[in-house]
């Protein structure tokens, strides 16, 4: 039996044998993507309770209000004294956002001046704030326009019409995500990082733990560059045999449990996230050579996934980044796995209209792949034989 097979063979024996290597290879890709999901489940807020202190007590005040209240986000349930009562509301949860009405009011909306009405919101659902933000933007506009138009009617009654019609209607919708919701925003690329980081962590747990026990996992392949690069690949491979199950899980069913926009073609998404994983996979071989135990990768685990998070522009955009930090995101698999697969997921790109991202992700998994060779060839593999001797 030749290197290469025996290698795959060892490497799926130490996979299914091994508690620790299973949890991630299994476990986190079957259930990271659900319980991230049901986190921002459902994606819009309706009827957040809303509580009212009104120092002012007019007209325009209960307008306002009943405004607030007849849109889908906010519901009305009551009015406090004063905002000390209103705070005793939230703090108990009868509540989530109390809106707060300054005294003169209509007199200064009437005077042309400013009088802002301010809004607290309770921020352990920032999904909350999102929807108390757009509805009392959106009435403070529609208001606004209407106190405008009476203004005008009132000093220049023929020109009425120009303020009452819109000569240029916008209407904004949002492509690859109707409802704009967060979890539709940000899962389709968190999937893309789990499955990498599954990959990585995996990965270095099997070196720690060949590296503990050479004994029963000898690299007998460790003392030439060919017996070393093989036994790689046939690592490589039974590590690809796993992952392929949970691969198309987490990127075709998780989106299709939670209605995530799914526009791609799911046979052109599976080839261009095989670079990725390739990538991945050798860049878990190159962190075997700080994985000298495997609680090692527990370490690498905390220090990498946030870092990992930031760098892959789902909460910073790469535009944004300075050089070097863009420079670093290019490094990591997942940047471009992340724009790819939102572009073709999300928005219905073809694998053509992704290829930058796809020769990069190629070209990183030719890179990490002979980095991964070199790490093996002159610290792994002279480790576990130093044990062994």
């Known amino acids: 039996m030749g290197i290469f097979l025996k290698s795959y063979i060892k490497e799926l024996k130490l996979i299914t044998h091994d508690v620790g290597i299973i949890l991630f290879l299994a476990f986190l890709p079957l259930a990271y993507p659900i319980i991230y999901s049901l986190i921002y489940n459902p994606e819009q807020v309706r009827d957040v309770r809303m509580v009212v202190v009104d120092h002012d007590r007019s007209a325009l005040s209960r307008e306002l209000v009943r405004n607030l209240d007849a849109t889908q986000e906010i519901r009305i349930i009551g009015y406090a004294a004063d905002l000390g009562e209103g705070k005793h509301a939230m703090n108990s949860h009868k509540c989530y956002g109390i809106l707060e009405i300054p005294e003169g009011f209509e007199k200064k909306v009437g005077r042309g001046e400013s009088s802002p009405a301010v809004i607290f919101a309770e921020m352990s659902l920032l999904l909350r704030y999102r929807g108390f933000l757009v509805a009392s933007t959106n009435v403070a506009q529609a208001m606004g326009s209407e106190i405008l138009a009476e203004d005008i009617n009132t000093r220049a009654p023929l020109a009425g019409t ?211 060779f070199l790490i093996q060839r002159f610290i792994v593999a002279p480790a576990r034989l130093r044990k062994l001797a």
């Open 162 to 372: 120009l303020a009452v019609t819109d000569p240029l209607g916008v209407e904004n919708v949002t492509m690859g995500n109707l409802e704009s919701g967060f979890d539709s925003f940000i899962m389709p690329g968190v999937l893309i990082l789990i499955l990498q980081q599954c990959l990585v962590l995996a990965i270095g747990m099997a070196g720690g733990a060949k590296r503990e026990k050479p004994w029963l996992y000898s690299d007998i392949t460790g003392r030439t560059s060919g017996g070393v690069f093989k036994s790689m690949l046939g690592s490589g491979l039974a590590f690809l045999t796993v992952i392929l199950l949970p691969c198309v899980y987490m990127l075709h069913y998780v989106p299709m449990m939670f209605t995530f926009p799914m526009a791609g073609d799911p046979f052109e998404i599976m080839l261009f996230i095989l670079p990725m994983v390739i990538a991945s996979i050798s860049l878990g071989f190159c962190f075997q050579g700080v994985c000298s135990e495997r609680e090692s990768v527990f370490v690498l685990w905390v220090v990498t996934s946030v870092a990992f998070l930031f760098l892959s522009g789902l909460t910073w955009p790469r535009y944004a980044m300075a050089g070097f930090w863009k420079t670093l995101s290019d490094l990591v698999p997942a940047t471009f796995g992340v724009e790819g697969f939102i572009r073709m997921n999300t928005n219905g790109a073809s694998l053509s209209q992704v290829r930058p991202d796809y020769i990069a992700l190629w070209i990183q998994a030719g890179g990490y792949t002979l980095l991964a």
